[in-house]
């Protein structure tokens, strides 16, 4: 104890705590008078506990992005449209949702080639079964995910814009999703649901990386006069992984 001027007191409590009092008892306060009198309480050393720095998160890897090349896809026939997934094994691999008949060819859908409806063999006479979504499933060879499409209205006039009819061909519903494997269910990143003239360019939206992803219209409101899914191609023109 320095008698003219300070004490330095060390304490080893050991615990730590929110609340601390330091103080002295009336009557033997000081040396000659019991009244506690202070100029001032300093705290040279405060302590707490330990806390480790929050880690600075890992950047997350840049996504390389290309246009989808369907060559290197093989169709695997009709996969089917329920809560769950058509296409479950296999790498690259394509299929529709329900096909109208044999001439109705599935693998039309993303084949790489755009023509005229009703022409043989020109590789764009894509049509859904009666009653039945139409449009396709794909499974990537890794996880993917597309965010952006391009479904091809069936034609009749290379010269024109117009899809088929006159326009009756147009898109007025699609859908686009991609199915999640925590939740096992597929998820909505993309919905039309007013009519599009001409081909329909589409963009996913909040979108994760998955290897199964569909894209279809409903049955009986595809189109703007009339509900029987055609489709000439839909392109995947921007597919991105890690």
């Known amino acids: 104890m320095d008698r003219g001027w300070h004490w330095d007191v060390s304490l080893n409590a050991g615990v730590a705590a929110r609340n601390w009092r330091i103080y002295a008892d009336w009557g033997d306060a000081h040396r000659n008078t019991g009244h506690p009198h202070f100029a001032e309480i300093e705290l040279l050393s405060v302590c707490g506990p330990t806390v480790s720095p929050t880690p600075v998160p890992a950047p997350t890897p ?3 992005c290309s246009v989808n090349n369907p060559a290197s896809f093989s169709y695997e026939g009709v996969v089917g449209h329920a809560s769950s997934r058509g296409l479950t094994s296999g790498s690259n691999v394509y299929g529709v949702l329900s096909t109208y008949d044999s001439v109705s060819t599935g693998s039309d859908i993303m084949d790489g080639i755009v023509g005229m409806w009703s022409s043989p063999g020109d590789g764009s006479s894509y049509r859904a ?18 965010q952006d499409f391009k479904a091809h209205c069936i034609k009749n006039n290379a010269q024109t814009m117009s899809c088929y009819g006159d326009g009756d061909y147009d898109l ?39 290897k199964n992803w569909r894209f279809y219209s409903p049955w009986s409101s595809a189109h703007r006069n009339t509900g029987h899914p055609h489709f000439a191609e839909i392109e995947l023109m921007n597919v991105c992984t890690q």
């Open 62 to 64: 840049a996504l390389q």
């Open 129 to 146: 079964a009666s009653g039945h979504a139409g449009g396709m499933e794909v499974r990537f060879a890794v996880p993917t995910v597309v």
């Open 172 to 210: 007025k519903t699609f859908k686009a999703e991609y199915w999640d494997e925590d939740d096992g269910s597929w998820v909505e990143v993309h919905s039309l649901n007013s009519v599009v003239a001409g081909n329909y360019y589409g963009q996913t939206v909040g979108a994760k990386l998955s």
